[in-house]
């Protein structure tokens, strides 16, 4: 009789491989935030590069992350506004806003950032409304890295790093120099602008000519005239 063949359990044994950690592209300036450090507790890959726009890419999300102080006075400076811009180069993005636990949004910034509430509230809406942009608002850096972990978690694609910086034209230009004076939004920019031309004639107007056109805003030239 012939004997029985006998079934190698191990023969066909499938070994499973590991999968791959899900990868965060962080940018370079983040290095040193809690947030990439609490992902890589999380068990995700992290690798840091220079990114043109926003601070993080998960999956194909830009996200742009502030502390809330770090809000507030991106808001003053209008370095928020570029950032906005920029990120309208990718079909999803988020912002941030982190720490609303640890500071709050509204109630500090009229008496230590000379920023009123509602100011706030304005611009809150402008960033939903007029640029398309969702906010999350997180505790800490714990809980942002939870936000990204649960994005990280969805099918990747390919990162679209060839976003660049906006280029302004002439007339936006002259505006942003004009919008970093404090009270100096983009209409009285615009105003300014359109009734004495070029830069150069505004700076040499007299403060009671600019204050016809603006009123009590147009104190804020009188540090053109100031000693450093």
Request: hydrophobic fraction near 40%; proline fraction near 4%; charge should be positive.
């Amino acid at each position: 009789m012939r004997p029985k063949e006998i079934f190698n359990i191990f023969s066909d044994r499938k070994i499973k491989k590991e999968k791959p950690k899900p990868k965060i592209i962080v940018d370079l300036r983040e290095k040193n935030s809690l947030v990439a450090s609490e992902m890589v507790d999380l068990g995700f890959e992290i690798e840091f590069k220079f990114l043109k726009v926003g601070d993080y890419l998960v999956n194909d999300v830009a996200i742009e992350r502030k502390t809330v102080s770090d809000f507030i006075s991106s808001m003053i400076n209008r370095r928020l506004l570029r950032q906005l811009e920029e990120l309208q180069q990718y079909k999803k993005r988020l912002l941030i806003i982190e720490g609303i636990y640890e500071q709050e949004l509204y109630s500090d910034s009229e008496e230590k950032m000379g920023m009123h509430p509602n100011a706030i509230r304005g611009f809150l809406l402008s960033i939903l409304l007029k640029y398309n942009v969702p906010v999350i608002y997180t505790k800490n850096s714990q809980d942002t890295a939870k936000f990204l972990a649960v994005l990280a978690k969805k099918t990747e694609k390919e990162q679209p790093l060839n976003a660049s910086k906006k280029t302004l034209s002439k007339k936006e230009r002259m505006q942003f120099i004009l919008e970093g004076f404090p009270g100096i939004g983009p209409k009285t920019a615009k105003k300014l602008l359109q009734k004495f031309k070029t830069l150069k004639g505004i700076i040499n107007a007299p403060l009671e000519e600019l204050q016809k056109e603006v009123g009590k805003k147009a104190e804020v030239f009188k540090i053109l005239d100031e000693n450093y």
